[in-house]
């Protein structure tokens, strides 16, 4: 009888031990699996949330500065228009005139051509040495014009496929002496649209002065 009973307690052990397992491996052990994917997802959710954060705050800056590049945008438009608009060159000579009290003589402008990229800037020029007077080894010099040093004026290179333009510009002004057509051509470059100095030369109170001014041709 007591082994009978024995029997009995030792096979309800075993079914109990039979249902523990069975509910380990069929339900605890995949809502554990579960538990480590769905930690992994949200892992992998916050990482993605992080890297959206960030690109917000890159785009929310860069809108922010939206307006000034809107600004200087339009300055550099102002400076190569997308016409050929050549009052505005007139306005600029004209102005730097008046704020010298000089005359112009003429304003020239050539037909547009293909943009050419220029390898340096022209310097300003130099009065002409006077007639008569003696060089350093007692020589007399020749009377001559003065103008810009060879070496400082602008070599053109091969034409830029481009949608940039550029047009000739020659201007004949009377000038006082050379700080004054120094002070001419410097003033040039305060005005609204690009102007860029090619070659000058003052020859009897004469500055006779090549720059090129530049627009698009698209958008």
Do not use: C, H
Not at 15 to 44: C, E, F, K, N, Y
Not at 65 to 90: C, H
């Amino acid at each position: 009888m007591n082994a009978n009973k024995q029997f009995i307690n030792l096979l309800g052990i075993v079914v109990i031990a039979a249902i523990l397992v069975a509910g380990v491996a069929l339900i605890a052990l995949p809502m554990w699996s579960q538990s480590r994917t769905t930690d992994a997802s949200t892992r992998t959710v916050a990482q993605t949330n992080a890297v959206y954060e960030v690109q917000v705050s890159q785009l929310t800056a860069a809108q922010d500065g939206e307006a000034d590049l809107d600004r200087q945008l339009a300055e550099l438009r102002a400076d190569i228009p997308a016409i050929t608009k050549y009052d505005d060159v007139f306005d600029i000579v004209n102005g730097a005139a008046t704020d010298l009290d000089l005359t112009i003589q003429t304003i020239t402008i050539a037909d547009a051509e293909d943009w050419t990229p220029r390898a340096a800037a022209v310097e300003a020029p130099a009065e002409a040495p006077a007639a008569g007077a003696q060089g350093a080894g007692g020589d007399e010099e020749a009377d001559s014009a003065a103008t810009t040093d060879p070496a400082a004026v602008p070599t053109p290179t091969e034409p830029t496929v481009t949608p940039q333009r550029q047009a000739t510009v020659t201007i004949e002004v009377a000038v006082p002496d050379a700080k004054t057509a120094t002070a001419f051509i410097d003033a040039l470059g305060k005005g609204p649209r690009l102007l860029s100095p090619l070659n000058a030369a003052l020859d009897d109170g004469t500055l006779t002065l090549t720059v090129l001014t530049f627009f698009r041709t698209e958008d």
